[in-house]
């Protein structure tokens, strides 16, 4: 199973836009089985191979900031057939539905923390609810998106923010498959039981400025 997850920072709705094609062209070359993607638009799509849930798209104005046509937070992609679909806590931020995987059943969490970085009302308001909303799931879990925290490298937001929220890992028994990623928000959440027996590997794609200010993180589990 291959997992990719990638803050792709607001692409517009413009097919024949050189980052538009990038983006697709490079994901449809890594060719994962689950797709998290943030920061996105409904003109990111991969066809009928993918089933998928999106975030509602984002008014013209929303948290004093201004959007485009087609735009939303939370994407996921999937070549397994979602089972169920779960409400979260926030429609425009949030996403989450379960899908039925050679590994068992795997719900999907697709967030992002904090729509404008790890230090405002936001941010704490996001985590808050997103650790209420991950903790009422049952089952396997991915929990992937852009967290605004960086788990190695320079400590962001700050180090308590940090501990707290290894801590409501390890409460939960949930493993951050990208805690080694150096100054990486981007991050592939699952429960201790799911990988049990079985290997993963993870490492990141950089990617070019002008394209996004994050780069792409996968995960593959054997």
């Excluded at 836009?17 to 993607?37: G, M, R, T, V």
């Excluded at 985590?127 to 960086?150: E, H, P, R, T, V």
């Excluded at 990988?195 to 590997?201: D, R, S, V």
Aim: glycine share 6%; hydrophobic share 35%.
């Amino acid at each position: 199973m291959k997992i990719i997850s990638w803050n792709i920072e607001r692409p517009k709705i413009d097919k024949k836009l050189a980052k538009n094609k990038f983006i697709i062209e490079q994901i449809n070359l890594l060719n994962p089985d689950i797709i998290f993607l943030t920061e996105t638009n409904c003109v990111i799509d991969f066809g009928t191979e993918y089933y998928s849930i999106k975030s509602e798209e984002l008014p013209k104005f929303h948290n004093n900031q201004d959007y485009h046509q087609g735009e939303n937070r939370v994407t996921i992609f999937s070549k397994y057939k979602f089972e169920s679909i779960y409400e979260t806590y926030d429609k425009f931020t949030s996403v989450c539905g379960k899908v039925k995987t050679e590994f068992g059943e795997l719900n999907l969490y697709g967030s992002i923390i904090g729509s404008f970085g790890g230090k405002d009302i936001h941010f704490k308001n996001d985590l808050k609810n997103q650790k209420i909303d991950i903790a009422k799931l049952n089952g396997n879990i991915c929990y992937s998106g852009d967290f605004n925290i960086s788990f190695s490298g320079f400590p962001y937001p700050d180090k308590l923010t940090i501990n707290e929220t290894n801590k409501f890992f390890r409460e939960n028994s949930l493993v951050n498959l990208t805690s080694q990623n150096e100054n990486c928000a981007i991050h592939i959440i699952v429960n201790e039981a799911f990988i049990i027996g079985k290997k993963t590997e993870t490492k990141m794609i950089l990617i070019e400025r002008k394209i996004s200010d994050h780069n792409l993180v996968i995960t593959e589990i054997v």
